[in-house]
């Protein structure tokens, strides 16, 4: 049977592993700013409720703008007289753990929700749209090729070969990786999913366009 030390420190293992500790909603503006304020402030102490994301909602329930706080309590401070001030009438807590990247939770929720009172563009990682319209441009040549020149692409098939399981195996993890321009976790994941087979890894090197590097890679390391 678990000892109550052994439960409390399972809790705190349970809470550490999540993103969002605990949430707030419906926070009237009332409450932030009349005489019950001191008590509320004293509650997020008691809490240790600081570091977070927060919402801001007009007098209509619509997102007003979305924010991130290291300090909660400050934040709702400069809130109360900034420029925004005026443009809305409740608040929305959510409380994450000390592991959660704040600034990249916070731009994905104004990426997604896109609040009117957000000018600043969020950062959420690289922006692949370019990498997609090269990758959709070069699909459109090779599909106008196999129009055009049918036989000419059975012959270049026959002559680059195929990628098969065996091929697979007989790569190294490495070299797969950068033929396919992904890091080695991400091909042993891939790997892990399907070990007989390898059907997972053939559909991934499909999806990618990467085929031809791949074949490259077999014909460097002279793999027939």
Do not use: C
């Not at 692409?153 to 990786?177: F, H, M, N, W, Y």
Request: aromatic fraction near 6%; charged fraction near 35%.
């Amino acid at each position: 049977m678990a000892t109550p030390q052994r439960r409390r420190k399972s809790r705190r293992k349970k809470l550490s592993d999540q993103l969002v500790r605990s949430h707030l909603a419906g926070i009237k503006r009332e409450l932030l700013e009349g005489e019950k304020r001191p008590a509320f402030l004293e509650f997020l102490s008691k809490n240790d409720a600081r570091r977070g994301l927060y919402a801001l909602y007009d007098k209509r329930g619509r997102l007003y703008y979305a924010g991130k706080a290291i300090d909660l309590k400050r934040r709702i401070d400069q809130h109360l007289k900034d420029r925004h001030a005026d443009s809305w009438d409740q608040m929305t807590l959510f409380f994450l753990s000390e592991s959660a990247n704040v600034g990249e939770l916070e731009g994905l929720l104004i990426a997604t929700v896109k609040p009117p009172g957000n000018k600043v563009k969020p950062k959420i990682g690289t922006d692949i749209r370019r990498s997609l319209e090269k990758f959709l441009k070069e699909d459109a040549v090779v599909q106008i090729r196999q129009v055009i020149y049918p036989d000419a692409q059975v012959k270049e098939d026959r002559l680059s070969g195929r990628i098969t399981p065996k091929k697979l195996k007989s790569l190294e993890r490495t070299k797969l990786a950068k033929a396919l321009d992904v890091s080695y976790r991400r091909v042993s994941q891939l790997w892990n999913e399907d070990k007989k087979g390898l059907k997972v890894l053939l559909r991934y090197i499909r999806s990618t366009g990467r085929r031809d590097a791949v074949l490259l890679a077999f014909e460097k390391n002279k793999i027939a």
